[in-house]
Nanobody, 126 residues
Framework: QLQLVESGGDLVQPGGSLRLSCAASGFTLGYFAIGWFRQAPGKEREGVSCISSRGGSINYAESVKGRFTISRDSARNTVYLQMNSLKPEDTATYYC???????????????????WGQGTQVTVSS
């Protein structure tokens, strides 16, 4: 069974940091591009960051550039999203997704992704 599981979401104060994890079971993440998306209540799902299968292509949304870092650990079959200098507007449910087609390139279009995790909640509030 192919499965993605996110973890690491929490309540954090503005300016704080969190590291989200996206662990895969049933398949090898190294053959997929991985995207992080988020969705706040009443808003559309938006792309946050993505990394290609070999890590050669990495993209970030303008709103998180310089604050978030995506990385992958092949040995752990896991992709991470390090989030620093968190702001209240970062509050959302964060999802990771895997893209098998054209996995050598990144995409912020959720329709291009084949597998999705269940999401992890990030709340930034004082």
């Amino acid at each position: 069974q192919l499965q993605l599981v996110e973890s690491g979401g929490d309540l954090v104060q503005p300016g704080g940091s969190l590291r989200l994890s996206c662990a895969a079971s049933g398949f090898t993440l190294g053959y997929f591009a991985i995207g992080w998306f988020r969705q706040a209540p009443g808003k559309e799902r938006e792309g946050v960051s993505c990394i290609s299968s070999r890590g050669g292509s990495i993209n970030y949304a303008e709103s998180v550039k310089g604050r978030f870092t995506i990385s992958r650990d092949s040995a752990r079959n896991t992709v991470y999203l390090q989030m620093n200098s968190l702001k209240p507007e970062d509050t959302a449910t964060y999802y990771c997704a895997a893209k098998g087609r054209q996995h050598y390139s990144c995409s912020g279009d959720p329709d291009e992704y084949d597998y999705w995790g269940q999401g992890t909640q990030v709340t930034v509030s004082s």
